[in-house]
């Protein structure tokens, strides 16, 4: 059975928004026959990226000298098939799932190569994973708000020598939980989710019908302004 880690970079670890979007994706991974393991780095002891000597790449190669959190996660990253980075849109990351992803540096080699006229690096032999995939939420209305988010991810992917799977991405998903409304559109959207990770199970990457289905607008992009206006103290 392929295994996949899933990093829900959420300060609201396994409630909010984030959650509530990926417990649906995570049901596709089991039903598409991969075995999904979720780690909060909000929840974790967790230091950031701090040596400034790359001791991981050159020092002793494929190891951290920070001894956290990170020490229990490191086996994890090397048996996985598949790497989910679950997030909410900060400016653009949360901070850390910043620190995560920094910490990930040991996994990487450092025999550099080029690749379509930029500088790349390869995960280290050891490590399994064959594709990154994005699941982003954002509260704001429209798709384009987790652009940085897709750039950073493919970047990373690409960084690492491994295939870039797709971004499930989901515009104001608050109100999938929260506004009566849209209960039916909301309920077919969390069916989608589960398609979309059955085909990353399945297939190794997600199908853009699939994944544009599940980024479309609940309301409309004035309604949701009103909204949110509407809780802005300057307004009051």
């Not at 971004?167 to 559109?185: G, I, T």
Request: aromatic share 6%.
């Amino acid at each position: 059975m392929s295994k996949a880690l899933v990093v829900n970079g959420s300060p609201s670890l396994d409630k909010g928004n984030t959650a509530h979007v990926l417990s649906f994706f995570i049901d596709g991974l089991r039903e598409g026959g991969c075995e999904p393991e979720v780690v909060y780095p909000s929840g974790m002891d967790l230091e950031p990226c701090s040596c400034a000597i790359m001791h991981c790449w050159y020092t002793k190669p494929g190891e951290c000298c920070i001894d956290d959190g990170m020490s229990a996660v490191y086996p994890k990253l090397r048996e996985a098939d598949t790497l989910v980075l679950a997030t909410p849109v900060y400016t653009p990351l949360p901070g850390r799932m910043q620190d995560f992803m920094n910490r990930m540096t040991p996994m990487m080699r450092p025999r550099l190569r080029s690749k379509d006229g930029r500088t790349r690096a390869t995960f280290r032999k050891e490590v399994g994973i064959r594709r990154i995939a994005l699941l982003a939420v954002s509260g704001w209305w429209e798709k384009a708000n987790m652009d940085t988010l897709v750039r950073i991810t493919r970047e990373y992917a690409e960084d690492c020598g491994v295939k870039f799977a797709g971004a499930v991405l989901r515009p104001h998903a608050f109100l999938m939980s929260s506004y009566r409304p849209v209960a039916d559109e909301a309920k077919h959207i969390r069916e989608l989710l589960k398609k979309a990770g059955t085909e990353l199970a399945v297939l190794g990457r997600m199908k853009e019908d699939t994944l544009d289905a599940i980024s479309v607008p609940l309301i409309s992009e004035q309604k949701l302004r009103e909204r949110f206006n509407r809780l802005c103290p300057d307004e009051r």
